[in-house]
């Protein structure tokens, strides 16, 4: 999977990361495409996938989903762990 399918959430409007996977799901190359998020955009990657399966792209599924935890370094040079989502749709 190439770097052009992954739709990466953070603080933007929800519908700005729709348009955006809407716009990779209609590429006549592009079957899947991965949405990743950490932290607190994790609810927001959620309501991404299913505003696109359930109002604008029907014929796409949850293919898979996983989590994780991300060891981040703050500017203070602490680290501190984050959780990940990457939640996958396809045809």
Known sequence: ???????????????????????????????????????????????VAEIVRNKFVVDVNVQKIST?????TRDDNSSANVSAIEITLAR
């Open 1 to 47: 999977m190439s770097d052009e399918n992954i739709v990466f959430v953070g603080s933007k409007p929800v519908m700005n990361y729709v348009l955006a996977v809407v716009t990779q799901l209609n590429k006549k190359e592009t079957d899947n495409v991965v949405i990743k998020a950490r932290g607190r955009a994790i609810s927001r990657a959620v309501d």
């Open 68 to 72: 994780s935890t991300e060891t981040i």
